[in-house]
């Protein structure tokens, strides 16, 4: 399999459930990113990861976990989480280098908390 | 600090008309910029990018953009729209918050096209 791919597509779980959301890129890339997509917003980056070190945290609640086993999975840990959480989580990833580098992205995990 | 601002949330265009899709940047250094396209139910895919090569990009599917400097503005186009052109289009400004990031991106709101038959 090519590219960035997400596991499950979609989530539905109640707001005292513990889940976690998958991606993995084939791309053979060092960052890999998680993205908030709600509607009416510009996406918000939530998490980086560049040689599976966390580099960036902008703010997220601590009821979303990330992790980063190695270069090629990352993810995100859910538990007691908010009806506003619902929204689309997007993966993505790119190679660790100088600014310009392409964003790759996965087709998401669309997440409804309940 | 980078910023994207994408005038016009929806755009309707004609089939065969012209598209053009608005985005003007902000940026404190010479910036990287994108137009991914997203299609419902499915993740960001790479229209082009601006790296500074040549101020006129092509992409695909027909799509193209130019870099204008003076406008602050990267607006994409095509010159004859097609009905799987119906989606939603982002522009998004790179920045490289530190040597050890990947490189940080700032996305415009997006906008959406509808492509009337």
């Known amino acids: 399999e090519t590219g960035v791919t997400q596991t499950p597509r979609h989530l539905v779980m109640g707001m005292t459930n513990k889940k976690s959301l998958k991606c993995e890129q084939h791309?053979?890339?060092?960052?890999m990113y998680w993205y908030k997509q709600s509607a009416k917003k510009p996406l918000e980056l939530m998490f980086v990861?560049?040689?599976?070190?966390?580099?960036e945290n902008n703010s997220v609640p601590s009821r979303f976990s990330p992790e980063c086993p190695n270069s090629s999975h990352l993810f995100l840990h859910l538990h007691t989480l908010q009806p506003e959480d619902s929204a689309l989580y997007l993966c993505?990833?790119?190679?660790?280098?100088?600014?310009?580098?392409?964003?790759?992205f996965g087709p998401g995990t669309r997440l409804t908390v309940l | 600090a980078q910023s994207v601002t994408q005038l016009g949330s929806h755009v309707s265009v004609s089939e065969g008309a012209l598209v053009l899709l608005r985005c003007n940047y902000s940026?404190?250094?010479?910036?990287?910029l994108f137009w991914y396209v997203q299609y419902p139910n499915q993740g960001l895919q790479l229209l082009l990018k601006?790296?500074?090569?040549?101020?006129l990009v092509k992409g695909i599917n027909g799509f193209e953009a130019e870099f204008k400097k003076s406008e602050t503005s990267f607006h994409l186009t095509k010159p004859s729209a097609h009905m799987s052109d119906a989606a939603e289009y982002f522009c998004?400004?790179?920045?490289?918050?530190?040597?050890?990031?990947?490189?940080?991106?700032?996305f415009g709101t997006g906008t959406s096209l509808t492509v009337i038959p």
């Open positions: 998004a400004v790179s920045d490289q918050a530190s040597s050890n990031t990947g490189n940080q991106f700032y």
């Open positions: 601006y790296t500074s090569a040549a101020t």
């Open positions: 791309l053979g890339h060092n960052a």
């Open positions: 990861y560049s040689l599976e070190e966390r580099v």
């Open positions: 993505a990833s790119s190679r660790r280098g100088g600014r310009g580098d392409t964003q790759y």
């Open positions: 940026s404190s250094v010479p910036p990287y």
